[in-house]
Each structure stands twice: as structure tokens, then as C-alpha cells.
């Protein structure tokens, strides 16, 4: 599994940063940005939960 983030719709609410900070980290510019691809299987659970609770739907699934 991979994750993308569309820079377009982050607003920087760090939602996804908060449920697993070992996957995702505000970058420069306090956008999204994911730290490891692809993601591990023990760490898919936590990337799916960002991807269900990004308010701005940011976070996209990539298999």
C-alpha cells in the first residue's frame, strides 16, 4: 500500500500526523507529507484511519 497526498486540498490539519507519526510529518510549507513507501503492513491500519478522518480527503489509497 502506498499513500499519496494532494497538495492541492492539504490544509495542514496534521490529523494524519497525530493517529501515526512514524508515517506522515508536516513538511516546510505544513503540508502533509508521507515518510515511508511503501507502507509497511503492520503500520496499514494507521494509514487507512488518516485516509477515512482527512478533513480535506487529501490522503489518497494507492495498492
Partial sequence: MRVEVDL???EGNAICV???PDIFELNDDEQA???IAPIPADKEAHAQQAIDECPRAALIRRD
Fill in 33 to 35: 507529507h508521507v515518510k
Fill in 8 to 10: 492541492d486540498r492539504c
Fill in 18 to 20: 497525530g493517529i501515526d
